[in-house]
């Protein structure tokens, strides 16, 4: 579906409750289906990557009930799991299908993921192998590197996991496996990725050991059933608060949005590079949550690489047009796993934003953005990916000319109402 997007020196003005946090929504389901009990869901992302999580754990036979505010998941406990008759379908998330294969692993029956077309790109030995060495019985494509992928789970062992990629799906599928081995395992992190995971454990009544990067959890806790109230999503919210940095005369409050320390690179972005952003942190849940103001203002170039990267991978797209508007070079590195989204983020970003107009390079590990640039119209393709899609959205508010983006329905995995929130604070002069 193309999707036409024309804007007159726009100013953006009022307030967005951004939608739920997409990583902690699938958490909930997993967690709720693997408690024994009741578990009531408030704030859950309807995107399409969620409702994947749902069918795949409905297709194991638990009952998940969904009204207009609240999820129901009746949990069952790892052992209630029951062998799925048909695939489990996991659309175009990397989320479901990573963790899903660290829960299945200890399962003992047999099943069978598989995905979209982007899925099937992704490489999942980085979670085969380990699960493997743990004792699960797993195939797919390029032994068992590409979907579709067959697990007939059992006994596992604990291993120590020295993590070779900073990926918190990773490291989740190895706690889910760990959940269900005799014994205690061990990770390694090279860097500090989300803790969703380690978060919900604890919430849900388990016990998990950090220490620095490593981390330590014993097979064979039993979880409780628990409310989760899942905050606003920090990845959608980055959409807006780029959106609000770099339209002159703009002023945009965002509430209820999930600030997790693992997820907040790109709040200390936009304070290095001049944005005038305030950020007023709320009564700390399960996690914690905050307002964010943000007005535009004058922005200079930044740095980015590091210990940082994780905390803000899925906002690179938006952080390098971002990088458009600001004076001087952005150099942003250590990124190569942008290689392995929806999408090769590197690519899709560079090419598409110099449709556009924009002084932007790719490298082997990021990208170099020369600013500021004028950006003109153009026609453009999310390549169906949803944060392209809602990246190029943004662009779209820096030219008085028409901006064609192919794909945008993509945008229904992480934020089916991006649209109509884009619109209701748009307001053209
Ligand atoms: O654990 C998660 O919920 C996620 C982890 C990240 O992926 P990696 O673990 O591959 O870095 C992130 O890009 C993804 O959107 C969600
Ligand atoms: C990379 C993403 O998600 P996933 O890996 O779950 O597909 C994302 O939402 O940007």
């Known amino acids: 579906m193309k999707h036409s997007l024309c804007f007159q020196n726009p100013i953006l003005k009022g307030s967005i409750k951004v939608p739920g946090d997409k990583s902690i929504s699938h958490r909930s389901i997993m967690f709720g289906a693997l408690a024994e009990g009741k578990t009531v869901v408030r704030g859950f992302l309807k995107g399409d990557d969620c409702l994947s999580t749902i069918q795949c754990f409905r297709s194991m036979g638990v009952q998940i009930d969904e009204s207009e505010n609240e999820i129901i998941i009746h949990g069952v406990g790892f052992s209630g799991l029951k062998e799925p008759k048909e695939l489990l379908d996991v659309g175009n998330s990397g989320t479901t299908t990573r963790l899903l294969l660290g829960i299945l692993a200890g399962l003992p029956f047999h099943s069978v993921v598989i995905g979209d077309e982007s899925i099937a790109s992704r490489p999942m030995r980085r979670v085969t192998d380990p699960l493997k060495k743990m004792g699960a019985k797993i195939d797919g494509r390029e032994n068992g590197q590409y979907t579709p992928i067959s697990v007939r789970g059992g006994k596992l062992s604990p291993i120590e996991f020295i993590m070779p990629h900073a990926s918190a799906q990773l490291k989740s599928a190895i706690i889910f496996a760990g ?251």
Not at 378 to 389: A, C, E, L
């Open 179 to 429: 959940l269900q081995a005799e014994g205690i395992t061990t990770i390694i992190e090279p860097e500090k990725t989300r803790d969703h995971t380690e978060r919900m454990i604890e919430h849900f009544g388990g016990s998990i050991t950090r220490d620095h990067n490593r981390i330590t959890i014993e097979g064979g806790q039993q979880f409780k059933g628990q409310t989760v109230n899942v905050p606003g999503d920090i990845s959608s919210a980055a959409f807006f608060l780029v959106a609000g940095a770099i339209v002159n005369g703009s002023q945009l409050t965002l509430t209820d949005v999930g600030l997790n320390p693992t997820r907040d690179g790109i709040i200390d972005v936009l304070n290095q590079m001049g944005a005038d952003l305030t950020v007023e942190c709320e009564k700390d849940r399960a996690e914690p949550v905050s307002t964010l103001t943000i007005k535009s203002s004058q922005l200079t170039s930044v740095e980015i690489g590091g210990s940082i990267i994780p905390k803000l991978i899925d906002e690179i797209p938006i952080i390098a047009l971002l990088a458009t508007q600001a004076l001087g070079t952005t150099i942003i590195k250590d990124a190569e796993e942008l290689k392995v989204k929806e999408t090769n983020r590197i690519d899709a970003v560079v090419q598409e934003l110099k449709k556009l107009g924009a002084n932007i390079d790719a490298t082997e590990d990021g990208m170099i953005i020369h600013g500021p640039a004028v950006l003109h119209g153009g026609m453009v393709s999310s390549r169906g990916d949803h944060r392209i899609g809602m990246m190029l959205a943004v662009a779209a508010l820096l030219t008085n000319e028409e901006v064609q983006i192919d794909g945008f329905e993509a945008i229904s995995v992480s934020y089916p109402e991006f649209l109509s929130d884009l619109h209701s604070i748009a307001v053209n002069q």
